[in-house]
């Protein structure tokens, strides 16, 4: 079971978007609709973004997107904020005997 | 609102035993899973395994089988980690989450850090 891959980091101006690839096999992302995104603050808990590849769950802005092709899902963060800061996860079913995978993470950086 | 409240920081030493908590003060424990996620210092997070409080199914990540045991008591709303004999290897920190179907995870605990030093 190897964690999903996404590029190391990102960075963007405010005001700008950024988008992160989630790569995996069609045993789990490519299989299922069931991609989630978190972010992640120094020394916090994660906090979820995005769910069943595309769902906002409520108070999540709507600058956050997510989208799924194929093997890779993404994230999309459009309007880029300094708030924006911070580690992102992807993660998906991967099926009952793996369960489930992240992401290696990607680190966003607010120029 | 904070729902899931995880016990506080351990410092063991390698061999001895440990078993963390995560309460639940909502009110739909049985109705979700909870599922467990390491993080060791500077690396990303791990699922571990998750349970489902109302029957105790528990699904164990290939690497974390055998390693961990993973129960809850739905009578006090609260679920456990736990490690027979602890390695060094074990620091690291130690997430709860509450998650609907599909792994929707909307709900976590603040986290137990595990110390793990002769």
């Known amino acids: 079971q190897s964690a999903l891959t996404q590029p190391r980091s990102v960075s963007g101006f405010p005001g700008q978007s950024v988008t992160i690839s989630c790569t995996g096999s069609?045993?789990?992302?490519?299989?299922?609709?069931?991609v989630s995104w978190f972010q992640q603050y120094p020394g916090k808990a994660p906090t979820l973004l995005i769910f069943?590849?595309?769902k906002r769950p409520s108070g999540v802005p709507h600058r956050f997107s997510g989208s799924k092709s194929g093997n890779t899902a993404s994230l999309t963060i459009s309007g880029l904020q300094a708030e924006d800061e911070g580690d992102y996860y992807c993660?998906?079913?991967?099926?009952?005997?793996?369960?489930?995978?992240f992401g290696t993470g990607t680190e966003v950086t607010v120029l | 609102e904070v729902q899931l409240v995880q016990s506080g920081a351990e410092v063991k030493k390698p061999g001895e035993s440990l078993k963390i908590s995560c309460q639940d003060s909502?009110?739909?424990?049985?109705?979700?899973?909870i599922g467990w996620v390491r993080q060791m210092p500077g690396e990303g997070l791990e699922w571990m395994g998750i349970?489902?409080?109302?029957?105790?199914?528990?699904r164990y990540s290939p690497t974390f089988q055998g390693q961990v045991t993973i129960s809850a008591d739905k009578s006090i709303g609260t679920a456990y980690l736990q490690w027979s004999r602890l390695r060094a290897s074990d620091s690291a920190m130690y997430y709860c989450?509450?998650?609907?179907?599909?792994?929707?995870?909307?709900?976590w605990g603040q986290g137990t850090l595990v110390t793990v030093s002769s």
């Open positions: 989450t509450k998650c609907g179907g599909g792994g929707i995870c909307s709900d």
């Open positions: 909502g009110d739909s424990f049985t109705s979700h899973w």
């Open positions: 349970i489902c409080p109302n029957d105790s199914d528990t």
């Open positions: 069609t045993s789990d992302v490519g299989g299922y609709d069931h």
């Open positions: 069943n590849v595309d």
């Open positions: 993660s998906s079913y991967a099926g009952s005997l793996s369960l489930y995978v």
